[in-house]
């Protein structure tokens, strides 16, 4: 989800419990401005996943209502196919959560770019 989205998911949340920002933020202990810049988009507003979670916490919102990436159902198959990966993915996923999201930006399009490779090395030796 980009920013943007982001942004527009949590305002339409707040909105419709009747919220300030100033409620939202003493809700999920962060500042009223920097849940502001988060819902605009600004640049300068790098949250973590944790202050993510944080908010969405706040407003009540379930994980399902946050993430609607079609890959959500690759990964999950990927996790149940191979057991042995889950524990190691999952000290990655919790490493990474504490990334402000320009960061995790740059290593999700790291890591996206290396998985890639890899898979198109593994093809082209089965091929």
Request: hydrophobic share 50%.
């Amino acid at each position: 989800m980009d920013r943007v989205s982001l942004g527009r998911v949590i305002r339409r949340h707040r909105e419709a419990r009747g919220w300030t920002l100033r409620d939202l933020g003493e809700r999920a202990g962060l500042s009223h401005a920097f849940i502001g810049a988060i819902e605009v988009a600004r640049p300068a507003a790098n949250p973590t996943i944790r202050a993510l979670g944080d908010i969405f916490d706040a407003l009540g919102v379930t994980a399902e209502v946050r993430v609607h990436d079609p890959t959500e159902a690759a990964v999950i198959a990927v996790l149940d196919a191979a057991p042995e990966r889950r524990l190691l993915l999952l000290a990655a996923l919790t490493a990474l959560a504490s990334l402000p999201m320009d960061e995790l930006d740059l290593e999700a399009d790291m890591l996206a770019r290396r998985a890639a490779r890899a898979a198109s090395s593994r093809q082209a030796a089965d091929g």
